[in-house]
């Protein structure tokens, strides 16, 4: 699935994403996931600290003058400006930023679409400052949620997620430190520094 081109499948998901009550299901019922953690979350981020979010999806991220929304996806993007006006289709992989650009990057539910999470984590860790944030949530291998994961993949939505375990393990070879993992279900929430 190339979700840079997929603008059906873009906008259904953004849509059961941006709705509370579809979302909270979905989390629950798909991942053993209470979706009350990934708004916690994001209510936490600091709007002041200049944050690249990537990949932005629909925008539920988006706090605050200081956030530079991020996708692949031109269909995401646009859904995105509903919250945002700091949009740039980037390539997770090749960000068009200078190193050291940023005071805290977020990854909200995109790693385990990726080929090469660590790759991605690698990149985000670029374009972060030193003491600055990267902080997210994803699917993880390793639960009772394999065979969905495996189905996902089948069908091309899902790239190649690993465990919580593999998760720390890019971070820390990222050079971040400060690493909490935190699994809930199929999801785990991250956070490191640089």
Not at 22 to 48: E, M
Request: glycine letters at 8%; charged letters at 15%.
């Amino acid at each position: 699935m190339n979700w840079k081109t997929a603008a059906t499948l873009s906008t259904l998901y953004d849509y059961a994403v941006q709705n509370r009550a579809l979302s909270s299901l979905g989390a629950r019922v798909l991942w053993n996931y209470d979706i009350a953690n990934l708004h916690k979350a994001i209510a936490t981020q600091d709007p002041a600290a200049l944050t690249l979010d990537i990949p932005c999806g629909g925008g539920m991220a988006a706090r605050g003058p200081h956030h530079v929304a991020a996708d692949l996806s031109t269909t995401m993007l646009h859904r995105a400006r509903r919250r945002t006006n700091t949009l740039v289709q980037a390539d997770i992989y090749a960000l068009p930023f200078r190193p050291e650009t940023f005071d805290a990057c977020v990854t909200y539910n995109g790693l385990h679409c990726l080929d090469d999470p660590r790759a991605a984590i690698a990149e985000l860790t670029r374009v972060l400052r030193p003491g600055g944030t990267l902080s997210g949530t994803t699917l993880v291998r390793g639960t009772n949620r394999d065979p969905l994961i495996n189905a996902f993949q089948r069908l091309g939505v899902f790239g190649n997620p690993g465990t919580t375990q593999d998760l720390h393990t890019w971070l820390a070879t990222a050079g971040l430190t400060d690493i909490t993992v935190t699994p809930q279900g199929a999801v785990t929430a991250f956070t490191a520094r640089k």
